[in-house]
């Protein structure tokens, strides 16, 4: 067989995109390690660190891509979701660490006159982080695939209508946000975040992970990089595939904290609120590497792998990430007292719980319209705009009623669709994966 183009020479658009990594690289490990390193102003230092994460996008697309050769495209999605999501891992753990490290000290999270609630703000990362996901990366997808299909002037396979359809193995990743979406229903009752919250999510995140393991292997359609890549033989080919995924990973976690903190500093010189900038900006930054990732697969009309990617990173966060956050916690203060949890906290916990609600609601018949897309955008705009504008107690009542909002639209669409969600419920958990990867 007559080898392609790709396949026979080295792509140039690897080693160029390491490249770009290297300097934002070297600043974030060397404030980790003392090394020597210039005193970048923050704006400057966001834009290095923003291009090094740009650059480590490219390569974890191109390495899950390649991946689909030795494991199914579900399991290659969810290992490059959860690399991706590292940022939001990072930012977050640091955020609740310090609260720890706050609540060992005081005994307490309740902040002096003036200062920030350590743990009101581990908690608005990650909750800002959930919503910035759906409310803005969901419906992001399905603009950039459908000007992708528009301008390629044909419809693809999971793009159509407006409408961006998962494959069915995707099941599993709506099922299982569903399972962690119906208990985080009842952290917004709670004092705290507490260790057998972490069982949990803990326990839904491995079976999540068991199941899709059972899925089977196919012949995946690769371009570029990543054909150059699969294509090698199954030793090399691996080892291309770890050592992007670990160079990725290592890019990430070097710069991911850097790059919210110095969007953080630069919001705050210009006198921004820092509850804010913790629920808003930092998550925006540190979710740009899935984003990215999300973005190039549309834009190739692989719609159904870009929203898989986001829907893979929403169920690591809403399992693994909620379920790390009180062992951080435990363990950065000493004792098996749970994240406390004040009347602010749980009301955005609320909110976040029930737009997953209503986002796994959308998803019941695996699929995400431009009607559905643009709704998650309005309700999370209309939030987002109140959390900046509306002092505390108006901003509060917003909560309460889009939360409700939420709900019920959730509760409409999943009986009007109850039929084809039970049967995606059943796919989800009961179905042989093999039998779904048929369909």
Sequence with gaps: MRLSDDRRRFPARLPLAALTTLPGTYLGAADYLGWPHPDVPAPLAALVFGIAIVGAAFILAWAAEAAQVDVSAGLAIAVLALVAVLPEYAVDLVFTFEAGQEFARQGT???????????????????????????????????????????????????????????????????????????????????????????????????????????????????GVSEWVGRRDRAPRRRWVIGMFAFAGTVILATAEHFARNLVDTGSSLGVDEFVLV??????????????????????????????????????????????????????????????????????????????????????DLGLTAVGATTLFVLFAAQFVASVTLPGAANRVVILVLSGLYVLLAVVQLVRRRQIGARTARDGVVTPLPELARR
């Design 109 to 223: 999270c309740v902040p002096p006159p003036g200062e920030p609630d350590p743990c009101s703000l581990a908690l608005a990362n990650m909750t800002g982080a959930n919503r910035v996901l759906v409310g803005f990366g969901w419906p992001l997808v399905v603009l950039v695939g459908a000007i992708a299909v528009r301008r390629a002037h044909r419809e693809s396979r999971s793009t159509h209508e407006g409408r961006v359809v998962l494959a069915p193995v995707m099941s599993v990743e709506v099922v299982f946000l569903g399972l962690a979406t119906l208990y985080s229903l009842s952290l917004p009752l709670r004092a705290s975040l507490t260790m057998a919250d972490a069982a949990v999510f803990l326990v839904i995140f491995a079976a999540y992970a068991w199941r899709l393991s059972k899925a089977p292997v196919e012949e995946p359609n690769l371009l």
């Design 279 to 364: 629920q808003w900006v930092a998550p925006l930054a540190s979710e740009s590497p899935e984003l990215i990732v999300a973005c190039l697969y549309a834009a190739r009309l692989m719609a159904s792998h870009s929203l898989g990617t986001l829907l893979s990173s929403k169920v690591n966060q809403w399992t693994l990430l909620v379920g790390t956050i009180p062992i951080v916690f435990a363990i950065s203060s000493g004792s098996t007292h749970g994240l406390p949890l004040d009347e602010h906290q749980r009301l955005e916990l609320l909110i976040t719980a029930a737009q997953s609600l209503f986002a796994v609601s959308i998803l019941a």
